[in-house]
């Protein structure tokens, strides 16, 4: 069965630090892998998706994450947050034609 | 572009009663629709897999009788839950695809929060 995993739950940090957010999947087939935010108060917002290709995969507002297959791993990086970075970021794999999305983690950026 | 309307957003009601929710995808036509359960601080759950035109694709657990849904057009699909109950409440969320590989990337509404007294 299909089943995505985020290691963080909970992430404080402060402006201008990196971001690392985890994420582990499993699945037998090709997979599409997504990362989802949600802002404080408004609906979920695609950052990025991997389908094929360059293994590293670039998104919104600085956003990247990194397909290794090996791993079955697609952690979500970003150089320097924001506090405007603030928000639940959800892990998602897509098969079957349908969308299974890890536990999220909450990301809170101090000023 | 790609904008899906959820309508309500909040709504309350007595034990017992139905509650419809809709789901409009107001600038692309939606082959596919989903609808999603998100229990506080918890991930979003895929209920049901909506298809225009045919019966709904359910998820193991989802009793069909209790949520009808409806894929009446290419631009709606309704949930409706039927009878509900205390148990029932929970913030509902559907989106919406306009096909291609894996019916990806999707595209959420702004969800229901459903609360039943």
Redo the contacts between chains.
Sequence with gaps: AQSVSQHNHHVILSEAASLELGCNYSYGGTV?L?W?VQYPG?????LL?Y?SGDPLVKGIKGFEAEFIKSKFSFNLRKPSVQWSDTAEY?CAV??Y????????TRLAVHP | GAV?SQHPSWVICKSGTSVKIECRSLDFQAT?M?WYRQFPK?????MA?SNEGSKATYEQGVEKDKFLINHASLTLSTLTVTSAHPEDSSFY?C?ASPGG??????H????TRLSIL
């Design positions: 599409n997504f989802y408004q609906h979920l917002q695609l998706k389908f959800f897509s098969g034609n349908k969308l299974i999305f890890g536990a999220g | 899906v596919t989903f918890q991930s979003l759950m895929l897999t969320i989106s590989v894996g019916n990806q990337p999707q959420f509404g702004d969800g």
